[in-house]
């Protein structure tokens, strides 16, 4: 009997809901009972192949690779890559298929699977393979004689398995006829489908949420059995001791597979340089060129770096990967789209040559190593930030055009099973109802802090489930076992790895729901574990609002705004940035942020880069923030965590505080190379594993205790470390950051009709709602008029006088085909009255009149008739009705209409309802009277109060934020007509007061005012919801 | 003058006594909807009174049912609604004082659609007072002729004619008794009386019913219901009639009866024509009577046919009551392809049985009248599942040769190490 055996048919959860166990969880049972080799067969895909080959390594198994491939005739062919050719065929094969055929429903022709066969080893597969649907039509001949003329004698192997299932074993007797007629060998396999045998439930949820049916429906759609799960040589040897050469095929085969990932054959992309030109001469030249431009003088120093930097990149032969940004860059340029460097590629001065950011890193003493260094090996990752929307989608098309539909891709976004989904999709398997499943959903919290003390079985048993019941202990249990689960696949939202018209030798793509996308079957993770160098096309609203404000400042005020040249260090922009006057402000507009700027007072760029980086969860988590504004302040000694932190620690007073900062600490504290620092960064920023950050926490207490840093000290670097690695900023991407924060906080405070017009026509964006960024506006005293058939456009538009006038596409449910129409018909002769227009706009419907009748948007369309909105509505109605052609040109009667004008209130509530906002007084200061009756101060009074004293304000709740930081405490914002008031809500009077703080849309509260450093919020003590008519505006709510 | 009975109460027992309470005073009535009612009072003026006397009464006999709700009397038949429905106790209306009530009540109480109500909302029109002020020509021309009409109902001037409720459920038949029955033979009697008009009506309309309801009032004030359901189309009487002697033999009310009522469910009437090659069956009608004879010997839940389940468990089935129709060859699940079958005996229940086991093999068997040597053993055959109830199961099967010449299936069930034979192959 042979004592080795190794599984070459092992399916993943990334057989997306055909399998129930995660590729690590693969690796580590063959790990602890296998014999060093494994091969991942998933359906269609290779998915997991990057996370099972890493965690192989780790492990020192041998990762082989494969997958089942589904065929038009039905069946699934399992195919195992024998070497490099039969990667890359594999990888053309699934390529091939998916590309001509719509998302899930690609199959493989017997054309494609003959011409990608070459190094491809095929099994006769299981009850879904070829052998077992020819024994079902009596093509058994057939179908040999075309596997072997596919995939060559010697490449088919006849599958066997066992799972106790006789009908199974009848397939098997047939098998093994057949592989006698025509000497194949045969091989026992166990079709895995989980690491172990208490996944099979887990297996059958999936089945059940694949065939949307609930368990006690699936019947024979369910396992039979438990039995496939990873089995031992031994297990095995004993299912197959009448045939144990098909143990020991096994063996054989997979000394026959000779490839793995270690042998992918990617290098670093290639860039069509001019003739004559090598990449690292035309890149050498490009950045001369641009380097001449942006530094003026082009002085030593810049010259030294660059001069370094390309030699590095030459070193490191990337310079085709800079030529390919470059290149983008240069495309955005001649098209007028804005674009811009952040993350590390702001380190480096080629970078900043290339025009591909807009830091200066030689100027600002930016370390280049963060972005690139040899000794790291770690590859650079450059991201681009350009407008969101259309714009950045004639990027992305680009570069499909350029370097062809098989040469570039979108890193993919492996979807999990989280929470909510989770909790739904179990439940509905296991067939609970509709309401049992919406309260087992509510359960699961999606807004912001969790209890660190609360289980799910508390969570559960505190919204009233019996967990006790054996049904709900069944779904809490499946329930954590599904988490973390692929569910499928979807696209990064930014993420391209290009790779010259050869990307699918190198993974296979897949096509996008999104049309004309393209997407790789790896995400970011996996393409940079494997050394795959991507750009980030990451959308980004504020540079819409950017390019939509410069343009809007030429087009009226007649003036050309360069991003690259505004005033630095201009005193408004500071005086806003000092008193939390932000509201719309790239990066600074934030409750948290505009709580921190009037104590960390901003007076110049570095402190904004500063600003931007400080308010994240890594440094609240990591109790950074108030030592830093303390020290800031002057109220504090800086002094670093350690002597030996100094050089590193000192810019920022001793408070870690950028992502380049704790790698520094990382390799002098621990001793890291660049290399471990690096994985320690990814480690914590790499979601998906806690075992694998408790690793590198424990290398690093290692490292601290070697170097004799111990105790608090190295408690507190630990912290340091681990808490803001994950959401911490590198200095470089703040710096970018900065940069679009200052553009936008310059051309707010000097150029706010723009500014606010831009604004207003990219929502969704930021952290306000448009009622509040026009009521904002209207209180720095901008003029914003309402929506008027006879002058708005579809966007807001600044008026030659400088006021803001609102677009016609904040007339909701008008459709943008109507508008269109509209101002067709309208720049050809103005309409003469309601009649008028609706006979020339006849796209126009019922409802698209009645809204703009009710939001006065045809108050002023008859010149001769003073009207109202109930007068525009009476018209409407009339114009609305089909009259003959007799009466067809007949004059409308000249009478107002027998109805009430609205009053005010009513204006404000139609203009909520309408529109979404009001450019009319604000529904609070409709009942200030009243309010200041009852003792109510409004916003502006309570920034003159004094700390501690008692207050009471009211307002309209336009944020709710709950942040995992904060331990539960809840912060409100409430609008009034005079600004915006801060609540800090306690976590006990949350639950105690709980659906009036997250449903009621005003509010009235009393507690006490805290006001230091300008920092102005009060203290909840007591909470009611006001009454008001009006519809209030939608709150923004965040974790 | 019409009045309206209006009585929020929304059951259906309170809907059918407010019916009781309309009926008493009018053979027509308009069924507004379950809790709203109106009848015409002009000819009980001569009998009872000037209207506030006819409301008194219709409120008293209201209140002997229990129902409480609001009585509305006016000219037409809209205002006496609107009256019944938005003004508490009892409301009459004189003629020409009609928006002197109703011109407060709200917009939304009028009887207009989605889209209407939008427009007069945005208008600003909030009472029908509001409605009524407005130019009817204007009006007309912009919310099209109904809304003459509707402005006339707010002016409470719309009149219309009643629409009377179909006079009494057609194929229902009540009979009060005289005197408490006990014995099933005289309701019997009844029954069938009852039953030969209810299907001499069907006839007529060439319908027939598929359900039949029976009720019966009981001395001790409690009712009997039993519902029959036919698997076909019939209006056969005496079929019915021993069909429901045989449920109430099997199901005998709890005391004595004091009124009968037969309801049938009318359908349409079964057209049937056989097949020329189509087997005899026996007739649906005899088949049933059959069916209940059995069911009453042997139990309901022990009578039907067989229904393979839709799962892995071997040999799982239910017993599918109603009519013995063999089960179409797409809901039995057929695990092998062709080839050849081979019949297998069930034993019911399985026999408990000792199995001696070498290596995991059996080797020896011993149950109650089967034992022997194992010559020749296939297996384990493993199937679990239902893992998510109560009734999860998870067993090895074994076919085994033994020396006593039979084929046997063994099976073990996992959890409990318990071993049967399931059965015999033939």
Redesign the interface.
Known sequence: MTDRYVELHARSAFSFLEGASLPEELAAVCAARGDGAMALVDVDNLCGAPRFYLAAKKLKLTAHLGAEITAEDGCRYPLLVANRKGYQNLCRLITSMKLRAPKGKAKASMEELRQYSEGLICLTGDEEGPLARA??TGATKECIERLLDIYGKGNVYAELQR?????E??RNQAVMDVAASFHLPLLATNGVRHAYAGE??LL?VLTCVRNKKT???A??L?T????RHFKDAREMARLFADIPQAIANTVELSSRLQFTLADLGYRFPPYPAPPGETMNSYLRKQTEAGAQRRYQPYHEKARQQIERELALIEKLDLAGYFLIVWDVVEFCRREGILVQGRGSAANSAVCYALGITAVDPVNMDLLFERFLSEQRGEWPDIDLDLPSGAQRERVIQYLYRRYGERGAAMTANVITYRGRSAARDVGKA?GFEADDLARLSSVVPHWGWRDPSGTAEAAFRDAGFAIEH??IA?FLELFQAIQDLPRHLGQHSGGMVIFQGRLDEIAPLEPATMPGRVVIQWDKEDCADLGLIKVDLLGLGMLAVLEDSIQIIRDVYGEDIDLAHLPQDDPDVYDALQRADTIGMFQVESRAQMSCLPRLKPKRFYDLVVQVAIIRPGPIVGNMVHPYLKRRNGLEEPRCLHPWLEPVLSRTLGVPLFQEQLLRMAMIAAGFSGGEAEELRRAFGFKRSEARMREVEVKLRRGMDAKGITGATQDAIVQAITSFALYGFPESHAASFALLAYASAYLKTHYLAAFTAALLNNQPMGFYRPATIVQDAQRHGLRVLPVDVTKSEWKCIVTKDLALRLGLNYVRGLRKSTADALLLARAQRPFANIQDMVRRVPQMNKEEL?NL??IGALNFIDEARSSHR?DA??QS??A??PVGPLLESAQPGAALA???P?TVE?RVA?DFRGTGLTVGRHPMALRRRELIRSGVLSAAELKRGRDGQWARIAGCVICRQRPSTAKGFVFLSLEDETGISNVIVTPDLFDANKLTLVSAPYLLIEGVLQNQQGVVSVRACRVAPLILKQPAIPSKDFS | MYACIHAPDGSEQKGADLIDVAKSFSPLIEIVDRNTIVLPIDALRRYIGPPHQIASEIARRAAERKITGNIGIAHTIETAILAARNLSGVTIIPKGAESKYIGEFRIETLPIDAETY??LD????RTLADFS???DD?VA????PAAIRLQQYSRGIADRPLKPAPLGAEYEERFELEHEVSLIEPLLFILGRLLNALCDRLRSRSLATTELHLRFDLANRSAHDRTLQFPFATRDSKMMLKLLQLDLEAHPPAGAVVAVMVSLTPVKSRVLQNGLYTPLAPEPEKLELTLAKIRSLAGEENVGSPQL????RPGAWKMRSGAMVAPAAASV?C???GGQRIGFRYFSPPARARVELDNGVPRRVFAKRISGDVIQA????????D??T?ESW?R?DWDVALSDGGIYRLVVERRMDAWFVEGAYD
């Open positions: 024994f079902r799972h106790y299932s006789r009908d074993e009848a099979r439930e059958d368990i006690a429906e019947g024979r369910l039979s059995n438990a039995e296991l054996p049904r069944k009645r009748a009710e109930r509505l009476w109605e009339a609305i009705r027998p109805l009430v609205m009513e139609a | 939008s427009v945005r208008w600003g029109i002020a407005l130019p204007e021309e912009r919310l099209g389940l839709n799962t892995h699940p695990s092998r392809g296939a297996g384990p055959w493993r199937t679990s599942g893992w998510w109560n998870d090895d």
